[in-house]
């Protein structure tokens, strides 16, 4: 009965409407995915091996504890060269047996499992196990072959047990659920080993263990694996809610009570479902067919809303839990091919690929309505798996359009001179240092299979199974032998019951009676998602008895507000690192009536905070388009709230860069003659921005980028936020002003030194490489809600104190720097994103940060640039390599 449920993915010989693309066409694009594949690989070994990954901006490699902290995204990170292992399987996909045997004898001499450090059991299973089983499978199939690999002797798959036997402690829980992470020296034993403290575990990853887990097993002989895997899967089935069959997002792994009661097939849920239909497909157990059967039920009646899939509560299932979808459900249209079920992932996968259209690649997240609502993609390939997969069910070379569509995107605005870098935010263009192992794992596997034909391919791939890596696990292990100890879980009320299985696939032929039906099936959602993108509701006033001073209208720097916080008791303190913090006494105020008037200010001042995190701004864009980045490198920048509205420019500011001087840019500048029609760089700090901006405009400036002054900020641990004005009009500026953290300016400064004349565009957003005649084409993106990287820091923290008996209420604003809540010991913490920004100097559409009391000492240039030395400084090699590639390119 395998056969039956692979039946959509070898059918292909299908005549869609529209002109099929060329097989001359189809060579091309092969040959392009390959092209980029070499880019990525040789980059990651030339300057990241034996690191874990690659950065790409900085053409470096990450190790962890060297990095600052990404929180649990470092925990996939082992200091076992995890992009390698994670990258064997692929070469030999692409046709690099020599290249993969060299990588496996690396593996082998240089790659440690034994370190101390604590890994996500997860990420460790399918990237590295998953990876060395994989390699091993290829391994024996080029050695079978009598070409290569003659020497190998399953020294990957005695590593991959290794793996195996290093993440076994993890699941020795009462419940056979794994914990998440385990120490890769130690395993679990508590506190000391940094591991054994949690007690919760998300749905997909204690259910996505039983491909490799049984592979390694049937490999092996030994059973203990696949019995641990099993158990797990069998315990979270038993925990499913009854009522709806769905299970929710994270269990407690002692109690099996759920502890996020919500239900999707995305982030948390996805490769659960997943491999339950791929168990049945390698493992050949009737019982993990079933159990996806019901499950399936289950999402297509609550969650799937076609082209949508939206979260529902387990226990109430017909209420949505959220009004948005996570990038991560992109691979479910390519799952229900597997199972057979094509029309809804046709109609999925349509809106997946507008959204991508919209925003050039899938965000993390985005709205029902399609709009933005976490900008950051960091170069997943599910979207492409899905992709693939339709095209071999349905043979439409529309989905070679689609797979067409995003190798263009990648080259355009993902590649840099080392490699391939996530975006930050796909509405600027803006990159995040960082390329994750899987977009060598997966994406490159799936977009060469779209465009290859069988001759191109050297081994069978139905002969293999994809793990959610896309690793290669052979069918063979469907056949091997199951040892007597691995005994079914089967109940009473779970006895095989012929209702729950679907035992045969829909025949695409007579699916698809009519060539045009899949168009017929797109039609109307391509509609949907271009028509939907309506305005935020405008601001409404809040509610009535407004104290004499508006919170909106509140100016630090002005003395007659000054002079009214006093008189309602509230006091305006300037902390050490220039941020501004408002408490209210009531005993202070001048009267009971001030008082009040006080205690209203303050409300209105978290009011007006609310209501401004809803109205935030989208980042900007300053892409390097000189020689010899040709716009591939991209910055994250703050906007000011004063001066040209990058939003509303077709074309960007672009200019060559120069250094202000003084750097500080709070006096009139010297060296105006290099500055004159040019964009100046200046120093965060001793002035106001908006002081900046008058004095290198009077210098004949065409635009500014104020560099932090924070040595070690970055955009990729701090949030951006909108430089204000400085109290007075600001319709006198007329320049773009951006700000740049730390590092990003830090990039920027050494492409100065490095090629003196460097040429910038300031923009909303990244333009093609062809900036000059990149076309600009408006949607949605400037209404999109702030993505996680953009989080308001403007007014930031507001604290109200209530006690028994009268008590100072505190308000920390940003109104000079962000906001914090130092020096107070509130009871109520409110949270609040955006700023108090008045009429000028205070914007209701971001978070703002103002330079304003003078740094007690000005830090010396040559200081602030000490650690621009080390940043690229194996930049030059790279760029060299990166010229001789476009030089091939041409």
Known sequence: MLFVLLIPMFLGALCIHGEAITREEKRKLKDQVVEMFDHAYQNYMDHAYPADELMPLTCRGRVRGLEPSRGDVDDALGKFSLTLIDTLDTLVLLNKTTEFEAAVKRVLSDVRLDNDIVVSVFETNIRVLGGLLGGHSMAVMLKEEGQL????????????????????????????????????????RGPETRTGTETDTCTACAGTMILEFAALSRFTGDPVFEAHARKALDFLWEKRQRNSNLVGTTINIHSGEWVRRDSGVGAGIDSYYEYLLKAYILLGDDQFLQRFNIHYASIMKYISQPPLLLDVHIHKPLLP???????????FPGLQVLKGDIRPAIETHEMLYQVTKKHNFLPEAFTTDFRVHWAQHPLRPEFAESTYFLYKATGDPYYLEAGRTILDNLNRYARVPCGFAAMKDVRTGSHEDRMDSFFLAEMFKYLFLLFADAEDVPFDVEDYIFTTEAHFLPLSLSTARQSSSITLNITSEEELDDSNFDWTCPNTRLLFPDPAFPRNI???????????CPRPAPYREPGIGRPPLRAQDFMANN???????????????????????????????????????GVRFMQEMMELSSQQQKEQLPPRAIQIVSHPFFGRVVLTAGPAQFGTDL????????????????????????????????????????????????????????????????????????PLFQMAGDGRSTDDITLPLLFLFHKEGNILLEALKEYREVEVLLSDKARDRGVDTQETQEDCVTDATTATSFEPLGLSDLTTTERAEPAPQVVTSPEEVDGA?????????????????????????????????????AKDRTENRRSVESLLADWQEDLEAFQQMERDEL
């Open 321 to 331: 839990a959220r009004t948005w979808m996570d990038s991560l459900l992109a691979f």
């Open 647 to 718: 939003s509303k420019s077709v074309t960007g500011v672009r200019g060559f860069v120069t250094v202000a001087e003084p750097y500080s840019g709070c006096s009139e500048i010297t060296n105006a003659e290099y500055i004159q029609g040019h964009i100046a760089l200046l120093q965060r700090g001793q002035c106001m921005f908006a002081e900046k901006a008058r004095h290198i405009q009077k210098a004949g400036a065409i635009g500014g980028i104020v560099i932090d002054d924070n040595e070690g900020s970055s955009s990729d641990t701090a």
């Open 522 to 532: 797109r039609e109307p959602i391509r509609s949907v998602v271009d028509k939907s």
């Open 559 to 597: 003395p007659e507000h000054l002079e009214l916080l006093r008189r309602m008791g509230v006091s305006l303190i300037h902390l050490k690192d220039g941020r501004v913090q408002l408490v209210q006494h009531a005993t202070q105020a001048v009267s009971a009536v001030a008082a009040e008037d």
């Open 821 to 857: 809540n130092e020096g107070t010991s509130p009871a109520q913490d409110v949270d609040l994103s955006e700023d108090l920004t008045p009429k000028e100097s205070h914007s209701a559409e971001a978070k703002e940060e103002v330079d304003s009391e003078p740094k007690e000492e």
């Open 149 to 188: 690999m003659q020497w190998y002797q399953d020294e990957l798959l005695h590593m991959a047990k290794d793996v195996g036997l290093r993440l076994l402690p993890a699941f020795n829980t009462s419940s056979g659920l794994p914990y998440p992470r385990v120490n890769l020296k130690y395993g679990v």
